[in-house]
């Protein structure tokens, strides 16, 4: 009789994993453990700016659409520059946006830079997706998008209780520690993954 072989386990096949994307998806969770200020926006412009809800929700607007439009420019840029250059320009220069917008205090300006900063920051998505793809075979593709989203969730069920907690002390600190994890996850990319 023939031997049977047990298909692998389905932690087996996330084990087997590239270690370049094992490395993606820590520093996803990192960036998005410290995605504090879309969490707390429309109190910090409404309460803390004093620029009302009507205003907020046009700040939340902008970002929305910095965000589309990023999607489309980051897949191009990554496609003509490489994987690599656009996460470390979207990253860094994310976490320089939010820097910036920690010390505005003019609506206007505020939500230009919050459209900038989306338009910059949303580009690593179609930048990790693309390096992802490039990473993985057919078959381990599905699993390496699905542990990908798991370390994006979990970086989303720890930002409410950090963010409340720096919220308490200053405003000011969700910027600073969102511009810090921005800048981790680029660093991680820096030191550790190489263009596919």
Not at 56 to 73: E, H, K, R
Not at 94 to 99: D, I, K, M, P, Q
Not at 152 to 176: H, T
């Amino acid at each position: 009789s023939k031997a049977q072989v047990n298909p692998p386990s389905l932690a087996s096949m996330y084990l087997r994993l590239p270690r370049a994307v094992h490395i993606l998806c820590v520093g996803s969770f990192i960036n998005r453990a410290g995605a504090f200020v879309m969490l707390f926006l429309t109190i910090y412009v409404s309460e803390v700016l004093g620029l009302g809800k009507t205003f907020a929700s046009y700040c939340i607007g902008a970002f929305g659409l910095g965000a589309v439009i990023s999607s489309f420019v980051g897949g191009q840029l990554a496609d003509q520059f490489g994987r690599r250059v656009t996460l470390l320009f979207a990253l860094f220069g994310g976490a320089t946006s939010l820097v910036l917008l920690s010390v505005i205090t003019n609506g206007w300006l505020f939500m230009a830079t919050m459209f900038c900063f989306a338009m910059i920051v949303e580009m690593y998505r179609p930048a990790t997706s693309a390096m992802i793809s490039d990473l993985t075979s057919p078959t381990q593709r599905p699993h390496a998008f699905g542990l990908m989203y798991i370390a994006i969730n979990l970086g989303f069920a720890v930002a409410p209780p950090i963010g409340g907690f720096l919220a308490e002390r200053s405003f000011q600190w969700l910027f600073w520690g969102d511009a810090i994890t921005t800048a981790m996850y680029g660093m991680v990319i820096l030191l550790f993954i190489s263009e596919s």
